[in-house]
């Protein structure tokens, strides 16, 4: 029976210290969790963070655009008007409908000044250079 006493004895210690361990591992796993969730918790609110800064800086941009588009519009109008009396050969008068065809061949012809363009083609390139010399940009 001392045996059998002993025997009990030494295994409700044994429980009894599986029983520490697995609570300090388990303290430990619970630490280990809490620590993780921190690091995530700061890791949202940096990336919420960036987000908002990114949909400012966005909105920024949106209004630029828009002011830009404004200025755009302006400019081409301005051009319109400035150049409402010149015909480029094979062309109607400017409009908004062959505006950018019109600027089209207004650069080619531009950027090929070394051809040997027309008495009358000549004067048109100098006469929208006129024309256009009033636009501030």
Same mark, same amino acid.
């Given at each position: 029976r001392l %045996?059998?006493?002993a025997v009990l004895r030494k295994g409700r210690e044994e429980i009894a210290g599986g029983q520490r361990q697995t609570q300090g591992h388990y303290e430990k796993v619970?630490? @280990?969790h809490w620590w993780l969730a921190q690091v995530a918790a700061v890791q949202i609110t940096s990336m919420e963070s960036n987000l908002k800064t990114i949909e400012e800086e966005n909105k920024l941009i949106e209004q630029n655009n828009e002011s830009? !588009?404004?200025e755009l519009?302006? !400019?081409s109008q301005a051009l319109i008007? @400035? !150049?409402a009396d010149i015909q480029l050969p094979q062309m109607?008068? %400017?409009s908004e409908q062959n505006f950018e065809a019109y600027?089209?061949?207004l650069t080619d012809m531009y950027s090929n000044l070394e051809r040997d363009y027309s008495p009358e083609c000549k004067a048109l390139l100098e006469s929208i250079k006129q024309a256009v010399k009033g636009i501030h940009v």
């Open positions: %045996i059998l006493v619970t630490q @280990s830009l !588009l404004k519009a302006g !400019l008007s @400035s !150049l109607g008068p %400017i600027v089209n061949t």
